[in-house]
């Protein structure tokens, strides 16, 4: 129980501190817009097309962007130390960094989702599939933000690991070209990545995919948020020990 409501507050916390601030709600909405918008103009088509990928660059950089800073900060300001004072356990006080990062990012996403809805309509849509491809989303980037800010130690060296591993996956991740146009080499990169997973359940999930086809996506999304969170996890007691 102390590491249940230990997690809702710590969540709620960071909710109130770091994200739902007028500039990480803007940048979270229009970042991905940005880049989606630019391919467009670059190579016209079928908008429609697009739409998997700007939910997913949405929950990957909604979920990720202050996530990957908020630990190192407050191990910088010495608030990460009197929260480990809090009788709860340290995975149930990574679990409530996660927990927050993901209500920003699903948050978010729902506001991008309404819109594209209300422009392409939502005829086919798998919902359950859909909200179980955002939420397995949400959780492995938040997952992975968690791991960049606990394995580095100034916020810089965090917003350059977090944009190393980010900005690869973006364009290597089905996002603007279909994986099946890469060349084989980087198609095998590309399935080693949490946003390739993405994109293809959330594709599938808005064409009214079959099951069959998107449970390897949401296995392999859930095998990420594990492991990532199992590495912050080691990588944190580590650090504090």
């Excluded at 938040?142 to 977090?162: C, D, I, M, N, P």
């Excluded at 399935?191 to 293809?200: A, D, F, G, K, N």
């Amino acid at each position: 129980m102390d590491d249940l409501r230990g997690l809702f507050y710590i969540a709620l916390k960071d909710l109130k501190a770091y994200y739902f601030k007028p500039p990480n709600i803007s940048w979270g909405i229009l970042f991905p817009f940005a880049f989606i918008l630019a391919f467009a103009i670059r190579n016209p088509g079928d908008l429609r097309a697009l739409v998997p990928g700007l939910l997913a660059l949405t929950v990957l950089f909604g979920t990720s962007s202050m996530e990957a800073i908020v630990i190192v900060f407050e191990r910088r300001i010495g608030a990460l130390e009197r929260l480990l004072l809090a009788p709860i356990r340290l995975p149930a006080l990574l679990a409530g960094k996660l927990l927050g990062g993901m209500v920003f990012g699903l948050t978010v996403t729902l506001v991008v989702l309404c819109i594209a809805l209300a422009v392409f309509g939502w005829r086919g849509v798998n919902w359950l599939l859909l909200a179980l491809a955002l939420l397995l989303s949400a959780t492995a980037f938040s997952a992975l933000g968690a791991f960049v800010s606990v394995a580095v130690r100034e916020v810089f060296e965090a917003q350059t690991l977090a944009n190393f591993i980010r900005f690869p996956m973006m364009f290597l991740g089905g996002v603007f070209v279909p994986l099946e146009s890469l060349p084989r080499w980087l198609q095998v990169m590309a399935r080693l990545l949490p946003l390739t997973y993405s994109v293809e359940a959330l594709r599938a999930a808005l064409s009214g995919g079959a099951w069959a086809t998107a449970w390897l996506d949401l296995g392999a999304l859930a095998a990420f948020s594990l492991v990532l969170f199992g590495l912050a996890v080691h990588t944190l007691a580590r650090r504090i020990e």
